[in-house]
């Protein structure tokens, strides 16, 4: 699994965009599980981003992940 930053220099870079369009169809041909996050994930729902993250985690076959997070994680995420 891969979890992977999208930053605004995809939006603003096209050539960049491009490249990040097929490095992820390689990725996805060799079978790697990749989850997209960026800041306004981040910032706007992060509970969501570790949701997503957890779930490919447990989609990928790893053991011992918790369903539920503990109520610390929300430290990490201070509100803007």
């Known amino acids: 699994m891969i979890i992977e ?3 605004r220099k ?3 870079d096209t050539q960049q965009w491009l490249t990040d369009i097929f490095r992820r169809e390689e990725l996805d041909q060799l079978r790697w599980r990749l989850v997209i996050v ?3 994930g981040i910032y706007n729902e992060p509970l969501r981003i570790l949701e997503r993250v957890r779930d490919a985690l447990l989609e990928c076959g790893a ?3 918790r369903r539920n997070f503990k109520p610390e994680w929300r430290l ?3 509100p803007r």
Do not use: L, M, R
Request: net charge negative; proline share 7%.
């Open 10 to 12: 995809h939006a603003d």
């Open 38 to 40: 960026t800041s306004e």
């Open 63 to 65: 053991v011992g992940i």
């Open 76 to 78: 990490h995420f201070p």
């Open 5 to 7: 930053y999208d930053g």
